[in-house]
């Protein structure tokens, strides 16, 4: 690559959208079409994330894409399986995606999820795009495989037409509900100002071409001055994920948003309690496709830059949290970074009332995403928590004053010990959903029949 790709930093887009919406089928088209396409530089297969450089990205929009317009080395898109991960990789207000695409199916419109993403890609103020997805499924409609979606509209009947027409309006209308004026992507002049609307067809590719052009051109003109990052210096990311990996113990799977990390590397990792230091043992990738079929699941690398995604193995990671920060030591003083972290993860660690309920939930992402949304309805929150729900948590619950707030909201989590019981015992009402949207409606609900 030229040397102003490589000052430059890959943005970061994640998928995001209700449940079977098409988000993963998106990026299967994209990474198939590219595989397709050959010639093309090649896409490489990250942890929790796939690279599409430039090269394909401009082969794959075709005519839609001057290539020399382009400085930013490409994309790096993170799929986002179901909600839970997706408000785990929202965990650092906003730091990790740079960009978004909202999948929404045509027929089935906005569902709990989907208001989700839109509410904290609002709180973060992360530019995004709509994919309106599944197209095809439209009755009569005539596929146009691969193509860019705006002939393609206009060559279907005009019967065809109009009941997608209805369905994008239905779009356009909750999106306009939700605080954002948006259009069909060719109507938008300004990406910021309006969001895009791209009819498209994870099934069919149609509409994948303008997909890439859209999020390509926003990224060239709004992002391009935030790439431009020292991509040697000491790395930083966040934790996606904390899993078992036979042979290498705990291992974090991390996107690396800045600067470079290496085997032997210091680094300093968000945990439950204390930061957790230690030494990078080994830089893991994911095996390439075509080598799926050998033993080893894993590529070994000595380093990586940003943007990326990684498997990282080292000692003593089993506190570490999904949603923490991680951080690259390299020639600053250690004592300095843990410090950094620790502020990292106070930051996220929220704000609390004097009355109010008890909050926990799975991961960073997921509290600070709870608590957004409950701040939003004007709820308040005495305490939010990572963890389970334990009995220590139903006897703060009984310290509230107001009857209403006896109440524990769990996100994605169990329940430890005699909690339960204990609750029961005492009136305290606990209340457990993985959808947000459930847990204030239930609770909403029952303070309503408190209160009548
Ligand atoms: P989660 O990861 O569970 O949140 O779902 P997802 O958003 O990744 O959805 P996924 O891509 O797994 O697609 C769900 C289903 O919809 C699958 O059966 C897909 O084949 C189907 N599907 C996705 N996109 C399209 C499309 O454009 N047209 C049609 N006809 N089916 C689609
Ligand atoms: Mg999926």
Redesign the pocket.
């Known amino acids: 690559s030229s040397p102003t790709q490589s000052d430059l930093r890959t943005p970061i887009v994640a998928v995001l959208?209700?449940?079977?919406?098409?988000?993963?089928?998106?990026l299967?088209k994209i990474r198939g079409s590219t595989v397709i396409e050959g010639e093309a530089g090649a896409i490489t297969q990250h942890i929790g994330a796939t690279a599409v450089p430039l090269d394909v990205v401009s082969e794959v929009a075709g005519s839609l894409i001057d290539p020399t317009e382009f400085d930013l080395p490409g994309l790096l898109f993170i799929?986002?399986?179901?909600?839970h991960a997706f408000t785990t990789l929202r965990a650092r207000g906003g730091a990790l995606a740079d960009i978004a695409i909202l999948?929404v199916?045509v027929n089935d419109g906005f569902q709990p999820q989907t208001k989700e993403a839109v509410s904290i890609l609002q709180d973060s103020q992360t530019p995004f795009v709509v994919a309106a997805?599944?197209?095809?499924?439209i009755p009569g409609w005539n596929p146009n495989p691969d193509s860019p979606i705006r002939p393609t509209y206009e060559e279907q009947s005009d019967r065809v037409r109009g009941d997608l027409d209805d369905k994008l309006y239905e779009i356009i209308g909750e999106l306009s509900d939700a605080g954002f004026s948006s259009d069909l992507y060719w109507r938008v002049q300004n990406f910021r100002a309006n969001i895009g609307v791209i009819p498209?067809?994870?099934?069919?590719g149609e509409g994948v071409p303008d997909v890439l052009t859209v999020l390509m051109g926003l990224s060239q003109r709004y992002m391009k001055e935030e790439m431009e990052v020292d991509v040697t210096g000491p790395g930083a990311g966040t934790v996606l994920e904390v899993k078992e990996e036979q042979g290498f113990g705990t291992t974090l799977d991390v996107i690396l948003y800045d600067g470079t990390v290496a085997e032997d590397d210091t680094i300093v990792v968000g945990a439950k309690n204390e930061p957790i230091v230690t030494t990078v043992r080994a830089l893991l990738k994911p095996r390439e496709l075509s080598e799926i079929r050998t033993e080893k699941r894993f590529d070994q690398v000595d380093s990586i830059a940003a943007a990326s995604g990684i498997k990282i193995a080292a000692p003593d990671l089993e506190d570490a949290m999904a949603g923490a920060p991680v951080q690259v030591v390299r020639d600053r003083d250690t004592q300095d970074v843990i410090e950094a972290v620790t502020a990292e993860m106070a930051e996220v660690a929220v704000e609390t009332d004097e009355d109010g309920v008890v909050v926990k939930a799975d991961t960073l992402g997921s509290l600070e995403a709870l608590v957004n949304s409950l701040e939003e309805v004007e709820i308040p929150v005495m305490r939010a928590e990572v963890g389970d729900v334990a009995p220590r948590d139903v006897s703060v619950a009984t310290t509230v004053d107001d009857e209403t707030f006896r109440a524990i909201l769990g996100f994605n989590v169990e329940m430890l010990g005699d909690a339960a019981e204990r609750a029961e015992q005492n009136d305290v009402e606990i209340f457990r959903s993985d959808v947000i949207y459930q847990l204030i409606e239930e609770y909403e609900a029952h303070v309503e029949a408190i209160e009548t």
């Open positions: 959208g209700h449940v079977d919406h098409g988000k993963t089928s998106l299967d799929d986002t399986p179901g909600h999948v199916d997805n599944k197209v095809d499924t498209v067809s994870a099934e069919t």
